[in-house]
């Protein structure tokens, strides 16, 4: 395979001449994608004035990704698997496309868009289960240059319609229902209600998965099936600029309004290619399987565009990792020879409290590269699945990266860097890296810690915030002059290796999952009987962290304060998803705040760790008095 890395000697020259010339080595690795026509310029750039960030890839290249998923592969690999998808239950046959099928597919539904109408630069909302034809929908988006904006099937009906919202789409996709292990969820249902307020949706493409009853609103929600009826395979790819945007994808910040990061064409191609074949060390005829959610950004990067385009077969997984038995990851191990396996540390801390004989029982010789993203992995979870799962012999890439840099940054390339536990290790060639102080001073040399910023652009980074360019660069590049700000702090050791110690702004990592305090806080108040609320972050044994909410109601009867908490959760669920609904639940009567109305987070951070030794001088509060009642009513045991 081309542009791979093969030992650490290389690791460290190519790591040098990204640096030393970063146009060079980026337009090196370029070369082997497919052009309509090459780019001028390989890189234009500013993270500060006018109109920053400003940052182009391959300037005035032109090109259209599926072409280099599909087109540059079809002589050697149109009889090869790209996805095989395993359904949710066991019980249902498995779905093997080659690149051929696939490819005839992804024609097919955008001939489907287009005979509706939908043209290039039209934004396409996606609602979809983890079917096959989640990549197919993407693909098609991408072929004929509409911008696909995927909202993880797990959010609420408000949080779909924020994002309908936001970015304006005209096109939804979803699907008459999903199955998620013993459930069946409601999309078309959900999808409906968010529908309700969103004015600029002109069609909902409706995909059959669960058969299930569905309402239907004639003109607006068309069959997936009747949209690719009649239209051929017959379909040319639309020719895009490099900066042309490929996909939106909403992620959370410190306030309460999403982010719907911007990622462009040529850029995000290039960097998801590269990186899916370094890190992993992917070989011709090697099973690859991310169990991420296309949802999120890992789904996107490392299911569906970094492996295909690098000619992979990616294994797509429709249900969770403990139904119908704690068991089915390693089964589903074992039924495709799976040889590059890569999670999020919450799954891996959730299967190991069912205990090892779900493990053992399966064969899992086939693996030799084991990968975790999403939050830091503890030492024990870490040591349990070099151990266990990889019968000692397979190297663990801890990769860091994040929604806004597109592909992975800091990262071991499997079996060639040497590994420690719970470090990220090195930068990807091409990732330059710093740590600051809170001043923005460098700090140089080993054995630092500080915050994690990078100082040069990479191809897969981010370009802006959909509808809010200054918020991007407020958010990203405005903290630090000059330096993209990654709101992760870090150290570096002794080795030169970072380990990722977590953000220091106010969101949370929640199972992998990144969720702002102040989103949590909004869906809260939205309660009728709430007051105020704040929320924080707690070490949780399985989901790294947990989320801990304190909160003030007005005068809540008896019985209110029996079920208050339950609808509070339940209130959540509604406005975000389950995956943002509170562990704990606290009812105070106030909040510490400063004397200029400041919450001190700080205070309540240590609180919920169970650690009031050290709360720093609490005599300064407006009301020092609810510290102490805080403390008396935690919800954990409370160290004094
Ligand atoms: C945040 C990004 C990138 C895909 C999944 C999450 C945390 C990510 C690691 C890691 C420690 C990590 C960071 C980062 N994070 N990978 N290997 N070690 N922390 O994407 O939702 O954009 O979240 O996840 O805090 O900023 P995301």
Same mark, same amino acid.
């Given at each position: 395979?081309?542009?791979?890395?093969?030992?650490?000697?290389?690791?460290?020259?190519?790591?040098?001449?990204s640096? $030393?010339?970063?146009?060079?080595?980026?337009?090196?690795?370029?070369?082997?994608?497919?052009?309509?026509?090459? +780019?001028?310029?390989?890189?234009?750039?500013?993270?500060d004035?006018?109109?920053?960030?400003?940052?182009?890839?391959?300037?005035?290249?032109?090109?259209?990704?599926?072409?280099?998923?599909?087109?540059?592969?079809?002589?050697?690999?149109?009889?090869?698997?790209?996805?095989?998808?395993?359904?949710?239950?066991?019980?249902?046959?498995?779905?093997?496309?080659?690149?051929?099928?696939?490819?005839?597919?992804?024609?097919?539904?955008?001939?489907?868009?287009?005979?509706?109408?939908?043209?290039?630069?039209?934004?396409?909302?996606?609602?979809?289960?983890?079917?096959?034809?989640?990549?197919?929908?993407?693909?098609?988006?991408a072929?004929?240059?509409?911008?696909?904006?995927?909202?993880?099937?797990?959010?609420?009906?408000?949080?779909?319609?924020?994002?309908?919202?936001?970015?304006?789409?005209?096109?939804?996709?979803?699907?008459?229902?999903?199955?998620?292990?013993?459930?069946?969820?409601?999309?078309?249902?959900?999808?409906?209600?968010?529908?309700?307020?969103?004015?600029?949706?002109?069609?909902?493409?409706?995909?059959?998965?669960?058969?299930?009853?569905?309402?239907?609103?004639?003109?607006?929600?068309? +069959?997936?099936h009747?949209?690719?009826?009649?239209?051929?395979?017959?379909?040319?790819?639309?020719?895009?600029?490099?900066?042309?945007?490929?996909?939106?994808?909403?992620?959370?910040?410190?306030?309460?309004?999403?982010?719907?990061?911007?990622? *462009?064409? $040529?850029?995000?191609?290039?960097?998801?290619?590269? *990186?899916?074949?370094?890190?992993?060390?992917?070989?011709?005829?090697?099973?690859?399987?991310?169990?991420?959610?296309?949802?999120?950004?890992?789904?996107?990067?490392?299911i569906?565009?970094?492996?295909?385009?690098?000619?992979?077969?990616?294994?797509?997984?429709?249900?969770v990792?403990?139904?119908?038995?704690?068991?089915?990851?390693?089964?589903?191990v074992?039924?495709?020879?799976?040889?590059?396996?890569? *999670?999020?540390?919450?799954?891996?801390?959730?299967?190991?409290?069912?205990?090892?004989?779900?493990?053992?029982?399966?064969?899992?010789?086939?693996?030799?590269?084991?990968?975790?993203?999403?939050?830091?992995?503890?030492?024990?979870?870490?040591?349990?699945?070099?151990?266990?799962?990889?019968?000692?012999?397979?190297?663990?890439?801890?990769? +860091?990266?994040?929604?806004?840099?597109?592909?992975?940054?800091?990262?071991?390339?499997?079996?060639?860097?040497?590994?420690?536990?719970?470090?990220?290790?090195?930068p990807?060639?091409?990732?330059?890296?710093?740590?600051?102080?809170?001043?923005g001073?460098?700090?140089?040399?080993?054995?630092?810690?500080?915050?994690?910023?990078?100082?040069?652009?990479?191809?897969?980074?981010?370009?802006?915030?959909?509808?809010?360019?200054?918020? %991007?660069?407020?958010?990203?590049?405005?903290?630090?002059?000059?330096?993209?700000?990654?709101?992760?702090?870090?150290?570096?050791?002794?080795?030169?290796?970072y380990?990722?110690?977590?953000?220091?702004?106010?969101?949370?990592?929640?199972?992998?999952?990144?969720?702002?305090?102040?989103?949590?806080?909004?869906?809260?108040?939205?309660?009728?009987?709430?007051?105020?609320?704040?929320?924080?972050?707690?070490?949780?044994?399985?989901?790294?962290?947990?989320?801990?909410a304190?909160?003030? %109601?007005?005068?809540?009867?008896?019985?209110?304060?029996?079920?208050?908490?339950?609808?509070?959760?339940? *209130?959540?669920?509604?406005?975000?998803?389950?995956?943002?609904?509170?562990?704990?639940?606290?009812?105070?009567?106030?909040?510490?705040?400063?004397?200029?109305?400041?919450?001190?987070?700080?205070?309540?951070?240590?609180?919920?760790?169970?650690d009031?030794?050290?709360?720093?001088?609490?005599?300064?509060?407006?009301?020092?008095?609810?510290?102490?009642e805080?403390?008396?009513?935690?919800?954990?045991?409370?160290?004094?």
């Open positions: 395979m081309t542009n791979k890395i093969t030992s650490m000697a290389e690791y460290y020259q190519k790591y040098q001449e640096v $030393a010339n970063p146009e060079a080595f980026w337009a090196e690795i370029a070369e082997s994608s497919f052009w309509r026509k090459k +780019w001028d310029k390989v890189l234009d750039w500013r993270f004035g006018p109109g920053a960030p400003m940052v182009n890839w391959f300037v005035n290249g032109k090109l259209n990704i599926t072409e280099n998923i599909f087109e540059r592969n079809m002589f050697t690999r149109k009889d090869q698997v790209a996805i095989i998808w395993e359904p949710n239950d066991p019980k249902e046959k498995e779905v093997r496309l080659t690149y051929g099928e696939l490819f005839d597919k992804v024609k097919e539904f955008a001939n489907g868009l287009l005979k509706l109408g939908v043209k290039k630069g039209d934004r396409v909302a996606i609602y979809l289960p983890m079917v096959p034809e989640l990549a197919v929908a993407m693909l098609a988006c072929r004929i240059g509409a911008i696909h904006s995927i909202v993880f099937a797990g959010f609420s009906a408000t949080a779909l319609a924020d994002r309908i919202n936001d970015a304006s789409a005209n096109v939804l996709i979803t699907s008459d229902g999903g199955f998620r292990g013993s459930k069946k969820i409601p999309l078309k249902d959900i999808a409906d209600e968010a529908l309700e307020s969103c004015p600029t949706v002109e069609h909902n493409i409706v995909l059959k998965r669960t058969e299930q009853d569905v309402k239907w609103t004639e003109g607006r929600d068309k +069959w997936w009747d949209v690719i009826e009649g239209v051929g395979i017959d379909n040319e790819a639309e020719v895009m600029d490099s900066e042309d945007t490929l996909f939106i994808l909403y992620t959370s910040g410190s306030t309460g309004k999403p982010k719907g990061v911007v990622h *462009t064409t $040529a850029g995000y191609m290039v960097f998801s290619e590269y *990186t899916f074949k370094n890190v992993f060390q992917y070989n011709d005829g090697d099973v690859f399987w991310c169990t991420a959610d296309i949802g999120w950004v890992t789904g996107h990067s490392y569906v565009y970094g492996p295909l385009l690098a000619g992979a077969t990616s294994v797509m997984f429709e249900g990792p403990t139904w119908p038995d704690a068991g089915r990851f390693w089964e589903i074992a039924k495709y020879k799976v040889n590059q396996f890569y *999670t999020a540390p919450t799954a891996i801390r959730a299967l190991i409290a069912q205990g090892n004989e779900w493990v053992t029982k399966h064969d899992l010789s086939s693996l030799s590269v084991l990968g975790t993203v999403g939050e830091p992995i503890n030492e024990e979870a870490w040591r349990w699945y070099h151990d266990l799962i990889g019968g000692g012999k397979c190297p663990i890439v801890d990769t +860091w990266w994040q929604t806004e840099t597109g592909g992975i940054m800091i990262t071991p390339l499997a079996g060639i860097t040497p590994t420690k536990p719970s470090l990220a290790t090195l990807l060639p091409g990732v330059q890296p710093i740590l600051v102080d809170p001043e001073n460098e700090l140089k040399g080993n054995g630092v810690e500080g915050i994690l910023c990078i100082k040069f652009p990479w191809p897969g980074m981010l370009r802006s915030l959909y509808g809010d360019h200054k918020r %991007c660069h407020e958010t990203y590049f405005s903290m630090f002059k000059g330096l993209y700000l990654t709101g992760d702090g870090a150290k570096r050791d002794e080795e030169g290796y380990r990722i110690i977590g953000r220091i702004d106010d969101v949370i990592n929640v199972s992998g999952h990144r969720i702002g305090t102040a989103e949590v806080e909004d869906a809260i108040n939205q309660h009728p009987k709430v007051n105020e609320s704040a929320v924080v972050g707690y070490p949780h044994e399985i989901k790294g962290s947990g989320i801990y304190y909160v003030i %109601c007005e005068d809540l009867s008896e019985d209110e304060m029996g079920t208050i908490e339950n609808e509070i959760k339940a *209130t959540v669920t509604k406005f975000i998803g389950p995956i943002a609904k509170p562990d704990k639940i606290q009812i105070v009567s106030g909040l510490p705040k400063t004397r200029s109305g400041k919450i001190m987070r700080r205070i309540l951070r240590k609180i919920g760790e169970g009031a030794t050290n709360l720093g001088d609490t005599s300064t509060l407006l009301d020092p008095g609810v510290v102490e805080i403390i008396t009513g935690a919800k954990v045991e409370v160290k004094r």
